[in-house]
């Protein structure tokens, strides 16, 4: 298995621009996790799905950030407008389901806000 | 909701020193304690992870001990090496789902 793939790997954009971020978990892993990382506030959990539902949105920052799943092979998290305060290292995780198994995290996405 | 701290949040130890982090909760109900490291530029990875009915776990170099009625939990690593430098993370499971709530890192330093 490849592991978690996530796209794009930088991305550099303007205030006000939309963004999209990728992620494709590993095969037969029903949890997928989205993490926020910066210096300041350390790693986040934004949302978190389970079998493709979102169960805890609560790490959510605003209504500019927007999550999806799907499918059980496609997440995507969205920020529209973007600013600059976003700018962040985002990674995927994913695990098996239904007793705290380790999760396994992607590259990452470091986004660039400008 | 459960708030995880790490202590040290720096530290530095000669090679071949141990090195101790500890890492508090508050959640009672929380049952799983897993510890991530996070190399420079990479992403985090599981080392260790331990449960609530167990109270230490080794690997190899690395152990992680349990102190539930205390709420705390520690990382020890051995015979530190140089590879060993990075930030380590510990991180709470809450009772239901799958959910973690990460700990704000601890960066070890290892001085060759």
């Known amino acids: 298995d490849a592991g978690v793939i996530q796209s794009p790997r930088h991305e550099v954009t303007e205030m006000g621009q939309e963004v999209t971020l990728r992620c494709k978990p590993i095969?037969?892993?029903?949890?997928l996790f989205w993490y926020r990382q910066t210096m300041m506030r350390g790693l986040e959990l934004l949302i978190y799905?389970?079998?493709?539902?979102?169960?805890?949105d609560s790490g959510m920052p605003e209504d500019r950030f927007s999550a999806k799943m799907p499918n059980a092979s496609f997440s995507t998290l969205k920020i529209q407008p973007s600013e600059p305060r976003d700018s962040a290292v985002y990674f995927c995780?994913?695990?098996?389901?239904?007793?705290?198994?380790?999760?396994?995290f992607g590259p990452g996405t470091r986004l660039t806000v400008t | 909701g459960e708030n995880v701290e790490q202590h040290p949040s720096t530290l530095s130890v000669q090679e071949g020193d141990s090195a101790v982090i500890k890492c508090t909760y508050s959640?009672?109900?929380?049952?799983?304690f897993p510890w991530y490291k996070q190399e420079l530029g990479k992403r985090p990875q599981l080392i260790i992870d331990?449960?609530?009915?167990?109270g230490e776990k080794k690997d190899q170099r690395i152990a992680v001990t349990l102190n539930k009625t205390a709420k705390h939990f520690s990382l020890h690593i051995t015979e530190t090496q140089p590879e060993d430098s990075a930030v380590y993370f510990c991180?709470?499971?809450?009772?239901?789902?799958?959910?973690?709530?990460f700990g704000p890192g601890t960066s070890l330093s290892v001085i060759p």
């Open positions: 959640d009672s109900a929380s049952n799983y």
């Open positions: 991180a709470v499971g809450e009772t239901s789902y799958d959910k973690v709530i």
């Open positions: 095969s037969g892993h029903n949890s």
């Open positions: 995780a994913s695990s098996l389901t239904g007793g705290h198994y380790e999760q396994y």
């Open positions: 799905f389970n079998n493709n539902v979102p169960i805890d």
């Open positions: 331990i449960r609530s009915n167990v």
